[in-house]
C-alpha cells in the first residue's frame, strides 16, 4: 500500500482527472485536483502533496511554467513535478526536466502501468532522494 501519499494532479480535462484519479485511488493514494495554475497555487497554501502531476498544456499559465514558480519557491521547491503530458515529441522529456520536473508520462496513460510509473517519482523521506531514479 501507499501509505495514503498525497499527489496533487494538475489537469485541465475532466475525463483525464476522472482517468487519474480512479487509477491513483485504486493503488491507495489520495488524490486532490486542480484544473488550473490557479487553482494548483490555491491549494499549495493548504497542502503539501507528496507528488505534483502536471499538466503541460493548461489554461492561463502553462503547466511548465507553473513548474518554474513552485521550483523557485522555497515552500514547494522540494515537492517531486512530474510532467504528464501528450506532447511526446523529440525533445519534449528535456524540456521538462529543464524546467524542473523529475520525470515525464505520456498521455494517454495506460492504466495497467500507470499508478507504477507514478510511483517511481517519489522521494524516500529518509535518503531525500527518488525511490526509484526518473
Known amino acids: 500500500m501507499n501509505e495514503k501519499r498525497v499527489i496533487l494532479v494538475v489537469e485541465d480535462n475532466e475525463a483525464n482527472q476522472v482517468l487519474v484519479q480512479a487509477v491513483l485511488e485504486l493503488d491507495g493514494y489520495q488524490v486532490q485536483l486542480a484544473g488550473s495554475a490557479l487553482e494548483a497555487l490555491d491549494l499549495l497554501r493548504d497542502l503539501v502533496p507528496d507528488l505534483i502531476l502536471m499538466d503541460v498544456q493548461l489554461p492561463g499559465q502553462d503547466g511548465l511554467s507553473l513548474t518554474r514558480q513552485l521550483k523557485s519557491d522555497p515552500a514547494t521547491r522540494a515537492i ?39 510511483s517511481q517519482y517519489f ?9 526509484v531514479a526518473g
Do not use: N, Q, S, W
Request: charged share 25%; aromatic share 4%; hydrophobic share 50%.
Open 80 to 118: 517531486p513535478v512530474v510532467a504528464l503530458t501528450a506532447h511526446a515529441m523529440a525533445g519534449d522529456r528535456e524540456v521538462a526536466l529543464k524546467a524542473g520536473c523529475v520525470g515525464y508520462i505520456a498521455k494517454p496513460i495506460d492504466t495497467r502501468t500507470f499508478a507504477a510509473a507514478v
Open 123 to 131: 522521494i524516500d523521506t529518509e535518503t531525500d532522494r527518488h525511490v
